[in-house]
C-alpha cells in the first residue's frame, strides 16, 4: 500500500535532548511538509523540501532542523532550543510544489518532553 | 492577519441532521486553490476537496457538498444526513500562488469539531 509512515506514534523526552521524529513516503512524491499541531490550533508548517537536498523554512522552523538525503525519507529533529515542543507532528507530502497540488499527510506523532 | 477563519469551534447534531462548516478565507491572489481535511480521532489527516479560484460550480460527493463563493471570500462544507462517524475535526485551507514566495504551501484554519451523536 503506497502512503506515508510516521514513527513513532508517541514520543517521550526529557528537556534538553534533542529528538528526531521519522518520516518515509512511498508515494514517489517530490515534495514534503512538517506541520506542527497545538490542541485547538491548525497546522503550522515547520519545514519543506520541494526536491532531494533542498528545504525551506516555514513559519515556525526555530529550534528544529531537518534534511532531505533521499527523496522517500523526511525526518525532523526536534532540539533542546525549542521551547515548546510538545505537540502533535505531522508530516505531509505532494506530488509536486505547487499551488494545485494537494497533500497527504501520515498519522503523526504526538511528542511529549517532560 | 488571520488569512482562513473558520469561526465555529465546536459544533454538536444528532444523528441524520444536516450540518455546515463555515469557511472564510482572505488573499490578494487571483490564482489560488481551497482545500478541506478531515482529522478523525486517529490524528490523520484525510484529504476531502480541492477547489480552484476560477472554479466556482458547487461540488457535491454523496453526502459531502460544497459551496464556493468569491463574492464572499467563502468555502462552505455542508454534510447532508449526519452521521456518528462524520464525527472529527474539519480543516479548510488556502494555497496561493504567491505566498511567502512558495507556491503550494498550505494555510490552515484553527478547524471545527464535529460531534454528531446518535
Known amino acids: 500500500d503506497g502512503g506515508i509512515t510516521q514513527s513513532p506514534k508517541y514520543l517521550f523526552r526529557k528537556e534538553g535532548q534533542n529528538v528526531t521524529l521519522s518520516c518515509e513516503q512511498n508515494?514517489?512524491?517530490?515534495?514534503m511538509y512538517w506541520y506542527r499541531q497545538d490542541p485547538g490550533q491548525g497546522l503550522r508548517l515547520i519545514y519543506y523540501?520541494?526536491?532531494?537536498?533542498?528545504?525551506q523554512k516555514g513559519d515556525i522552523a526555530e529550534g528544529y532542523s531537518v534534511s532531505r538525503e533521499k527523496k522517500e525519507s523526511f525526518p525532523l529533529t526536534v532540539t533542546s532550543a525549542q521551547k515548546n515542543p510538545t505537540a502533535f507532528y505531522l508530516c505531509a507530502s505532494s506530488i509536486g510544489a505547487g499551488v494545485a497540488y494537494e497533500q497527504y499527510f501520515g498519522p503523526g506523532t504526538r511528542l511529549t518532553v517532560t | 492577519a488571520q488569512k482562513v477563519t473558520q469561526a465555529q469551534t465546536e459544533i454538536s447534531v444528532v444523528e441524520k441532521e444536516d450540518v455546515t462548516l463555515d469557511c472564510v478565507y482572505e488573499t490578494r491572489d487571483t490564482t489560488y486553490y481551497l482545500f478541506w481535511y478531515k482529522q478523525p480521532p486517529s490524528g490523520e489527516l484525510v484529504f476531502l476537496i480541492r477547489r480552484n479560484s476560477f472554479d466556482e460550480q458547487n461540488e457535491i460527493s454523496g453526502r459531502y457538498s460544497w459551496n464556493f463563493q468569491k463574492s464572499t471570500s467563502s468555502f462552505n462544507f455542508t454534510i447532508t444526513a449526519s452521521q456518528v462517524v462524520d464525527s472529527a475535526v474539519y480543516f479548510c485551507a488556502l494555497s496561493e500562488a504567491n505566498y511567502g514566495g512558495s507556491q503550494g504551501n498550505l494555510i490552515f484554519g484553527k478547524g471545527t469539531k464535529l460531534s454528531v451523536k446518535p
Open positions: 523540501s520541494q526536491i532531494v537536498n533542498d528545504f
Open positions: 508515494l514517489n512524491h517530490d515534495a
